[in-house]
């Protein structure tokens, strides 16, 4: 069984940093491309980055680029998401999501962290 | 960047077909993906490539569209499909976008 589960979230003040780390089991971790992608309280979702199965092609979110950093360790199953430079608009629940290269969609999800961006 | 555009909310009744549109402001060709969020849950991908059903969904969910329009259908709705639906284009990125989201509400 797939399963991606998220920690790392809390509060954080404005201009801090946070690691979030996203721990994945149940198919290999390094056959697939992995996302982040995060949804504001009562809002939709939002794509934040991806990083393909071997890190060699990584992208962000305009939203996001040169504060946050997307990164994996194959070795220990998992993915990650260094925040630095945190803004209130940055307060969310912070997915990981599995992606399938062959079409970009996002087949397994985690059950989300929430990140709360106040001072 | 892609903007999907959803309509906000839909009610119907048990046992009635519904129609979920999502419009792209540019062709996304079949790159289309739909996704199912319950309250308090992740997103669930029921629809990947416009049509294509996702695994273990049930065959009462059903995709069709190409280029900027898209439709997902459900019949016949059950109470369980009460949740927030997303189109999810993959096409023109990144970005990789979302619609707004339709909230399903049952009569």
């Known amino acids: 069984e797939v399963q991606l589960v998220e920690s790392g979230g809390g509060l954080v003040q404005p201009g801090r940093s946070l690691k979030l780390s996203c721990l994945a089991s149940?198919?290999?971790?390094?056959?697939?491309?992995m996302n982040w992608i995060r949804q504001a309280p009562g809002k939709g979702l939002e794509w934040v980055a991806s990083?393909?199965?071997?890190?060699?092609?990584?992208y962000y979110a305009d939203t996001v680029k040169g504060r946050f950093t997307i990164s994996r360790d194959n070795a220990k199953n998992t993915l990650y998401l260094q925040m630095t430079s945190l803004r209130s608009e940055d307060t969310a629940l912070y997915y990981c999501?599995?992606?399938?290269?062959?079409?970009?969609?996002?087949?397994?999800w985690g059950q989300g962290v929430m990140v709360t961006v106040s001072s | 960047d892609t903007v999907l555009t959803q309509s906000p909310a839909l009610a119907v009744s048990p046992g009635e077909r519904v129609t979920i549109s999502c419009k792209a402001s540019e062709s996304v060709s079949t790159r289309m993906h739909w996704y199912q969020q319950k309250p308090g849950q992740q997103p669930k991908l029921l629809i990947y490539?416009?049509?294509n059903l996702a695994s273990g969904v049930p065959a009462r969910f059903s995709g069709s569209g190409s280029g900027t329009d898209f439709t997902l259908t459900i019949d016949p709705v059950e109470a369980d499909d009460t949740a927030t639906y997303f189109c999810?284009?993959?096409?023109?990125?990144?970005?990789?976008?979302f619609g707004g989201g339709t909230k399903l509400e049952l009569k």
């Open positions: 999810q284009q993959s096409w023109n990125g990144p970005p990789w976008t």
């Open positions: 149940g198919f290999t971790f390094s056959n697939y491309g």
């Open positions: 999501a599995r992606v399938r290269t062959t079409g970009h969609y996002f087949d397994y």
């Open positions: 990083i393909s199965s071997s890190s060699s092609y990584i």
């Open positions: 490539k416009a049509s």
